[in-house]
T-cell receptor, first 116, second 110 residues
Framework: DSGVTQTPKHLITATGQRVTLRCSPRSGDLSVYWYQQSLDQGLQFLIHYYNGEERAKGNILERFSAQQFPDLHSELNLSSLELGDSALYFC???????????????FGEGSRLTVL | EDKVVQSPLSLVVHEGDTVTLNCSYEVTNFRSLLWYKQEKKAPTFLFMLTSSGIEKKSGRLSSILDKKELSSILNITATQTGDSAIYLCAVTEYGNKLVFGAGTILRVKS
């Protein structure tokens, strides 16, 4: 158990809908990262938050947004869902101080999204 | 665009064999290279290599960073069926971006 909690574990929804994925980082970790893993693309970096502020953005679609709240939990919002958004969405946390070398990331179990 | 390439994409070996997995990278402002093992769901951390720590070893696993060739290898000796997994290489740079390769799928047959 990494200490990172993601909910829900699985969700199935229809195209055009909107979903919210939730992540609670390890106690004390200030950084939260979101990754998308699909069969043909591997782990794709979406976005990184540090202590409530966005720090880095990857290949995140405009239909997707995220935030990190004062209690450090984070939410990833996916809207106008398409079939191609079906994937495993991972959240990871780390205690790094935002500007230094990233060390080990602790991954949650992931949220598997299926868009029908 | 930053790139992390792993090879081979997949391999099948017998228990007891030694395997070498490769990772090459092209990133600006390299800071560190990390290896992860992904079995069923969440990737779990294996090693981190930096300019000041280019070789790591833990049991049957070892890894070396070649800063000149911009690459790293992960060696697994005396493989066991429990080593079957996807092995992911990731590279970090300034700006808190951790870029993953596509992974190498390792299957160890008994």
């Amino acid at each position: 158990d990494s200490g990172v909690t993601q909910t829900p574990k699985h969700l199935i929804t229809a195209t055009g809908q909107r979903v919210t994925l939730r992540c609670s980082p390890r106690s004390g970790d200030l950084s939260v990262y979101w990754y998308q893993q699909s069969l043909d693309q591997g782990l794709q970096f979406l976005i990184h938050y540090y202590n409530g502020e966005e720090r880095a953005k990857g290949n995140i679609l405009e239909r997707f947004s995220a935030q990190q709240f004062p209690d450090l939990h984070s939410e990833l919002n996916l809207s106008s869902l398409e079939l191609g958004d079906s994937a495993l969405y991972f959240c990871a946390s780390s205690p790094n101080t935002g500007g230094l070398v990233i060390g080990e990331l602790f991954f949650g179990e992931g949220s598997r999204l299926t868009v029908l | 665009e930053d790139k992390v390439v792993q090879s081979p994409l997949s391999l099948v070996v017998h228990e007891g064999d030694t395997v070498t997995l490769n990772c090459s990278y092209e990133v600006t402002n390299f800071r560190s290279l990390l290896w992860y093992k992904q079995e069923k769901k969440a990737p779990t951390f294996l090693f981190m290599l930096t300019s000041s720590g280019i070789e790591k070893k833990s049991g049957r696993l070892s890894s070396i960073l070649d800063k000149k060739e911009l690459s790293s290898i992960l060696n697994i000796t005396a493989t066991q069926t429990g080593d079957s997994a996807i092995y992911l290489c990731a590279v970090t740079e300034y700006g808190n971006k951790l870029v993953f390769g596509a992974g190498t799928i390792l299957r160890v047959k008994s």
